[in-house]
């Protein structure tokens, strides 16, 4: 038979372990720094906290509340639980997901819903971490003194409004307290508006045609390196101010559209003897449309054109009566001719049609060319 001995522990060791555990069981999350978001006053941007655990992980809620100089609650909240590892961790409202975040019913409150960012005033706010597993739970209290709001506002093209320029300038207000505004960083931002969107929608969803930060001119001349805008069409544009690169107030979103300029019809059929003196024919598509009418029958008719220069070119007109294309000869009565000057190479300026019949008769007829 065996007998196996007890191994003795001494009680001074038994007593060191035991004291140990308690040690840990009753371990402290304790908050290092914690900061406010008074800028941007929302639900996933409100504070941001460094905290140490030093036991084992334990399951936490962060709890608090904003309140103005004279005790009015400007709002309250609750994170879901989360939990927390041993060490130095960061906790933030973004990683975090609020269980409930309460606007005060104050104006202060019910101000910081409509702009999700405090109004100017000094406030105190509290942030406790708190734990079922956890002996006390610690709390951070401290003030926050806020500047007055800057608002934004759009000028110019007005909301609404249809403008002639492809590449306008931009107009924009800003007011609130000068250092405030001083060390404002604005962003200008323009974008496509399809029909099927009003402004706001379409800043959300499209592809800016430009976007500009740190804008310091209230009138911004249309950036040089952007594309033209285009006629017809529709575009919204907003003036946003941010901080450390996310917004914290903008203007109202606005739209505005591009006049389409309808294309200048041809003058068909100009007659060359009813001509008024000094007018000048505007040769818009690169050709000539006459009308020539004679009470004989007759074979040839001649055209000269004459620049600035001495130099003269003898074009062809097409008889839009003839059963050929390009033709020289007409007939009698009603005679419609289409003169071709793409092919001549015309510089912009203006030109003088002289025509002549099959008598010798001539007719001018003074044409611009445009560029």
Request: aromatic share 8%.
């Amino acid at each position: 038979m065996v007998t196996r001995m007890k191994k003795h522990i001494p009680r001074s060791l038994v007593l060191s372990l035991s004291l140990a555990g308690a040690l840990w069981a009753a371990a402290q999350v304790t908050i290092q720094s914690a900061t406010l978001n008074g800028e941007l006053f929302t639900p996933t941007t409100l504070y941001q906290l460094v905290v140490m655990n030093n036991g084992p992980a334990t399951s936490v809620r962060i709890e608090g509340a904003i309140l103005t100089k004279q005790g009015e609650q400007v709002a309250s909240f609750r994170s879901n639980e989360h939990l927390l590892s041993t060490g130095v961790a960061t906790l933030s409202a973004t990683a975090i997901p609020m269980a409930t975040f309460t606007y005060g019913t104050g104006d202060m409150g019910r101000n910081a819903r409509v702009h999700q960012r405090l109004a100017g005033g000094n406030y105190k706010w509290c942030v406790r971490i708190s734990s079922a597993a956890l002996e006390t739970n610690d709390e951070w209290c401290d003030v926050l003194e806020m500047q007055d709001l800057i608002y934004l506002d759009l000028v110019m093209p007005w909301n609404g409004d249809s403008i002639h320029e492809v590449r306008p300038a931009l107009t924009w207000t800003m007011s609130g307290t000068p250092a405030a505004t001083a060390a404002a960083q604005v962003r200008i931002t323009v974008v496509p508006q399809p029909a099927r969107m009003n402004a706001a929608q379409a800043l959300a969803a499209e592809v800016p045609i430009f976007n500009l930060s740190n804008v310091t001119q209230r009138t911004l001349p249309y950036p040089t390196g952007a594309p033209d805008l285009e006629r017809g069409k529709c575009y919204a544009w907003q003036a946003e101010r941010l901080i450390e690169g996310r917004v914290a107030d903008r203007s109202d979103p606005w739209s505005f559209c591009v006049r389409d300029i309808p294309r200048p019809m041809a003058d068909k059929y100009v007659l060359l003897d009813r001509v008024e003196p000094g007018s000048i024919y505007q040769a818009i598509d690169e050709r000539i449309y006459f009308r020539y009418d004679e009470p004989y029958s007759t074979s040839t008719l001649t055209c000269v054109i004459l620049g600035p220069d001495p130099h003269q070119l003898e074009p062809i007109a097409r008889n839009d009566n003839a059963e050929e294309a390009l033709t020289s000869t007409k007939r009698a009565g009603v005679n419609l001719y289409e003169l071709d000057l793409s092919t001549y190479a015309l510089k912009a300026g203006t030109y003088t049609l002289r025509v002549f019949d099959g008598k010798g008769r001539q007719h001018e007829l003074q044409f611009n060319v445009p560029r």
